[in-house]
């Protein structure tokens, strides 16, 4: 099958029918998914649900996840998001609820950094944040890359973006 469902800035996605696959280019590679990173990735997918099984993870390149099906929060025609609007805002809580959950007694957070509308797929009654290529492993390294004085992140700066992003994409989409 293998329909191209993406491909630019760095990267290609394939529908592989019951699986997706992200490769991305020489540029892009994906050196900080460690072992620490998969294990705090599988546990937040068994844990919580609403981010998407991955498969396999190849070369620093190739990811294989589960295909989720919904439409991204932008691409919701406007009765249907008028008359999900509480569900998905609810569910949108839920999410952070559960990464606070998740990370409040960890040294180093598991944040997902791009928490943007189009990063959440919503089928009416589930509510999954995709691209986990966007997750980190926050401390005070990944801090200075965000160019965060050490000390202040994860947790003060962090979660403060994840929530300001998610509700100013959600309030702009809706005006």
């Known amino acids: 099958m293998n329909n191209i469902i993406y491909e630019g800035r760095g990267r290609k996605v394939l529908d592989n029918g019951k699986t997706v696959t992200k490769i991305f280019d020489k540029k892009k590679r994906l050196n900080r998914i460690t072992d620490e990173w998969l294990e705090a990735y599988h546990e937040v997918h068994e844990r919580y649900g609403f981010v998407p099984k991955l498969y396999d993870f190849t070369d620093d390149k190739t990811i294989v996840m589960e295909k989720i099906h919904g439409t991204p929060i932008t691409k919701l025609s ?3 998001f008028k008359n999900d609007y509480f569900k ?25 950094c791009d928490t943007v ?4 797929m919503w089928d009416g009654k589930n ?3 995709i691209d ?6 926050l401390n005070d390294a990944a801090a200075a890359d965000w160019h965060v004085k050490p000390g202040k992140a994860p947790k003060q ?3 403060d973006q994840l929530l300001s992003n998610l509700s100013h994409e959600i309030t702009r989409w809706v005006l």
């Not at 805002?89 to 040294?107: G, P, V």
């Not at 509308?117 to 959440?120: K, S």
Request: aromatic content about 24%; hydrophobic content about 45%.
């Open 78 to 80: 406007k009765t249907d």
């Open 88 to 112: 998905i805002i609810s569910k949108s809580f839920k999410i952070l609820s559960s990464l606070y959950e998740y990370n409040i007694n960890r040294s180093n957070w598991f944040w997902h």
């Open 132 to 137: 986990p290529e966007s997750w980190f492993i």
């Open 127 to 129: 509510l999954i944040l």
């Open 157 to 159: 700066f962090f979660a």
């Open 117 to 120: 509308t189009q990063n959440f």
